[in-house]
C-alpha cells in the first residue's frame, strides 16, 4: 500500500508555498492527517491497484479504458502502446505509483471535506466492509458519471467553504501536488507532459473521489438492499415529466441569466472587459471532455474562472498556460495585441 505519509508531505509542502493559504489552513490539515484513521480502506486499495493496471494495460487492443463510454479519451496504456512496451518494469512499477498515488489523494481529499462538512466517517474497517471485488465493481460505473459534479456542489455547502471557486481553489492546491510528482515521473520515463496528462491528473484525482463516496455511501454487507413496494413506485411516464419540467425550468432559467448579462453589458462595462491593466485574481478550474454538436471532441483542460476581463484569461494574447506552455494568441478584434503586453503566468 502506498504510504499516506508520503502523500502527506507532498500535500503540506504545497499548501505552504502557495499564496494565500493562511499558517492555520496548513496546521488544521496537518492536524487531520495525523488522525489515527487517516488511511485507505482494503477494499478500495485494492479497486484502485486494479484499476490504475488496467489503465497501464498496454497489451489489449483498443484505446478505450474501463468505465469509459468511448475512448475519445483513451486509456493510458492504448495511447503510449509503444513508449511503455520499451520501459522496464522499475519504471513501469514507478508510473503505477504515481498514478496510484493521485486516486488516493482524490480519496484523502473527500475524507478531508467530508470531515470538514461534519461527516467523521473513518474507512470501514477490513471487517465492517464488503468483498474487494464487489467495491471495485460498485465503484467503477461511478467513475465518469459526474457524480463528483454534483458531489462539490453539496459539499461546498456543508463544509461551510462560502463558494465553489473556494472548494475548487483548495482542490486545486491537492491536484498541483499530484501533477507535480506523476509529471516528474512521467518526464523520467521519456513520456510528454501534455494537455491529456493534465486531464487524465483529474480524472484519476476525480476517481478516488468517487471512490470515497461510494464508501460513504454504502452499501455495507450488513444492510439488506431496500425495495419500494410497487404501489408506491411512481409511473415512468411521471418520471419522464418530472424530468422534462426541470430541464425545461433549467433551460429558463439560463435565459434569464443570459439576458440579464446582456443588459448590463453597457459601455463603461465593455471598456472596462477589454482593459488590459485590470486583472482581478482568479483561480482556475478543470472542464471536463465533452462532445460538441457536430462531433468534435474537446478534450479535458484546465481554464481559468469567468471573469469581467477578456485578458484574464489563458488563451489571451501574452498570456501564458502555467500548465501546457502554450502562449495565448486571441485579441479582441477592435485591440490588436501590443508587443509591451507582458506574460501572465
Given amino acids: 500500500m502506498i504510504a499516506i505519509t508520503s502523500i502527506r508531505d507532498s500535500i503540506i509542502a504545497t499548501y505552504r508555498r502557495t499564496p494565500g493559504i493562511s499558517e492555520g489552513a496548513v496546521s488544521y490539515v496537518e492536524r487531520w492527517f495525523h488522525e489515527p484513521s487517516r488511511n485507505v480502506s482494503h477494499s478500495a486499495d485494492y ?6 493496471e488496467t489503465e497501464l494495460d498496454y497489451h489489449t487492443a483498443g484505446d478505450r479504458g474501463i468505465g469509459r463510454i468511448t475512448s475519445a479519451m483513451p486509456r493510458f496504456g492504448g495511447r503510449y502502446r509503444g513508449d511503455l512496451s520499451f520501459l522496464p518494469t522499475s519504471k513501469l512499477n514507478e508510473l503505477r505509483d504515481s498514478f496510484i498515488r493521485i486516486i488516493i489523494c482524490g480519496y484523502l481529499f ?3 471535506m467530508a470531515t470538514k462538512g461534519g461527516q467523521n466517517n ?6 465492517q466492509q464488503e468483498s474487494p471485488e464487489r467495491f471495485f465493481k460498485r465503484w467503477i460505473p461511478s467513475i465518469y458519471t459526474g457524480t463528483v459534479d454534483a458531489y462539490e456542489r453539496r ?6 467553504l462560502g463558494d465553489l471557486p473556494k472548494y475548487r481553489s483548495i482542490k486545486h492546491v491537492w491536484l498541483t501536488s499530484c501533477f507535480e510528482s506523476a509529471s516528474r515521473v512521467l518526464q523520467e520515463a521519456g513520456i510528454p507532459v501534455d494537455d491529456y496528462f493534465v486531464s487524465l491528473v483529474h480524472d484519476y484525482f476525480d476517481a478516488g473521489t468517487t471512490c470515497r463516496l461510494v ?3 454504502g452499501p455495507r454487507l450488513d444492510e439488506a438492499p431496500t425495495v419500494q413496494p410497487a404501489s408506491t413506485k411512481e409511473p415512468q ?6 424530468y422534462a419540467v426541470s430541464v425545461a425550468v433549467t433551460a429558463l432559467l439560463a435565459a434569464l441569466v443570459v439576458a440579464n448579462l446582456r443588459n448590463d453589458d453597457t459601455t463603461e462595462n465593455k471598456a472596462k472587459r477589454f482593459d ?5 485574481n482568479v483561480s482556475t478550474h478543470y472542464v471536463p471532455t ?8 474537446v478534450r479535458g483542460h484546465l481554464r481559468t474562472e469567468a471573469d469581467d476581463s477578456f485578458w484574464n484569461n489563458f488563451s489571451s494574447a501574452g498570456n501564458k498556460n502555467p500548465y501546457t506552455g502554450t502562449i495565448g494568441t486571441k485579441t479582441p478584434s477592435h485591440h490588436p495585441a501590443s508587443s509591451e503586453h507582458s506574460s501572465r503566468e
Avoid: N, Q
Avoid at 479497486?47 to 490504475?52: E, Y
Avoid at 459539499?155 to 461551510?160: N, V
Fill in 155 to 160: 459539499i461546498t455547502e456543508r463544509a461551510h
Fill in 215 to 217: 464508501e460513504l455511501m
Fill in 290 to 297: 465533452y462532445e460538441r454538436r457536430d462531433g468534435t471532441v
Fill in 110 to 112: 473527500t475524507d478531508l
Fill in 47 to 52: 479497486a484502485m491497484r486494479r484499476f490504475v
Fill in 237 to 242: 411516464s411521471k418520471k419522464r415529466i418530472d
Fill in 122 to 127: 473513518a474507512p470501514p474497517t477490513k471487517d
Fill in 276 to 280: 488590459y491593466t485590470y486583472r482581478p
